[in-house]
Nanobody, 121 residues
Framework: QVRLVESGGGLLQAGGSLRLSCAAS????????KAWYRQPPGKHRELVAG???????NYADSVKGRFTISRDNAKNMVSLKMNSLKPEDTAVYYC???????????????WGQGTQVTVSS
């Protein structure tokens, strides 16, 4: 079982910056992929950014160049630094941990409770 707790959401104006943090209850090396998702009002949840156990990162096209995902293995923390925020970034942001367990390579997804980010124009 992996517990995830997000923090850092808030209300801010367009063009501002915010850092979201996600604290994991287990060592990050035991999690195959760490990611941030978001769910805008009235829309489906979407992937924002991910980081693998090897450190490879991927981003949604809409946030490339503005958002940065990082990890701190010593603190079991995953962060999302968001710059140049836009009103369309308004959403509930969720931390995700995907664990692959052998021998069947079964994937297990764990989610945080979500944190609201609201960007006003």
């Amino acid at each position: 079982q992996v517990r995830l707790v997000e923090s850092g959401g808030g209300l801010l104006q367009a063009g501002g910056s915010l850092r979201l943090s996600c604290a994991a209850s287990v060592a990050l090396f035991s999690i195959n992929t760490k990611a941030w998702y978001r769910q805008p009002p009235g829309k489906h949840r979407e992937l924002v950014a991910g980081i693998s156990s090897g450190g490879s990162t991927n981003y949604a096209d809409s946030v490339k160049g503005r958002f940065t995902i990082s990890r701190d293995n010593a603190k079991n923390m995953v962060s999302l630094k968001m710059n140049s925020l836009k009103p369309e970034d308004t959403a509930v942001y969720y931390c995700n941990a995907r664990v692959v367990r052998e021998p069947a390579s079964s994937e297990y997804d764990y989610w945080g409770q979500g944190t609201q980010v609201t960007v006003s124009s």
